[in-house]
């Protein structure tokens, strides 16, 4: 695994750790995670999502992180999903192990209060669904591929159901799950899978556009925002409408409001401290 720090686009440090096959590169305000495996066509290993775990757990409290990307090398896949080859593959029975390294990327994720964009530059299936469902935000190159071929290896996409369940419709779901099918970008975007996509050659500037807009809002309201989305999910309405009201108060007392509506007002660009 290499970490590679950057300022304005320029390396000024970087230190090798024991795992590999993923590139974690810190700038100013954004982390970038790349499968780092395109001659596997970036398929998941252990190491590869407890790597993503762990880099998103090290990163997501500092208070200058303002958006994650994630993406594959190369321009053929986002993620193919679990690596298949004997000795490299997830698909290990170890019955003293109670949670599986999807599921704990997965809670990771979950409990992230920064925005995630998923960077689909090529084929995502089965396993890269999965992390494609884990991000806030998509944006896809045109020649992207989607789906849930386990069904004709003889598994199932079980936990990859948890993350696209509420994200696609149920018809469209059971249908990619139950005959393996692909789809196209286009009919991705139709169902919700993505926010936007664009040419191949234009998906870095897409990208860059998104993380641009989020880094120009204010970080403590998109941080609390996030974490008042992700839990109002099991709640009832009555729940949710109380949550929500109580949020209100704390949120107008923040600096960045005080900052935000004064700005407005005067009509200048706000000054984020993100308190």
Known sequence: M?????????????SELQTHDLQIVREPHVLRLTIDRPGRRNALTDAVLLGLRDAIGMHANDPTLRVIVMTGAGDK??????DLTPGDTPFQPDFGRLMLPMGELARQVHACHVPIIGRINGTC????????GLCDLAVAARSARFGLPEVRVGIFPMQILTVLRDLIPPRLLNELCLTGKLIGSAQALEAGLVNHVVDDGELDAAVDALVAEIVAASPI??????YAMRAVEAMSFDQMMAFTESM?????????????MAAFNERRAPAWTGR
Do not use: W
């Open 125 to 132: 299936v089965a396993g890269g669904m999965g992390l494609l």
């Open 248 to 260: 209100i108060p704390a949120m107008i007392q923040t600096q960045d409001a005080r900052e935000g």
């Open 2 to 14: 290499f970490i590679t720090y950057r300022q304005r686009g320029t390396t000024v440090s970087q």
């Open 221 to 226: 309201a998109v941080r609390r925002g996030k």
């Open 77 to 82: 896949a986002f993620c193919a999903g679990a």
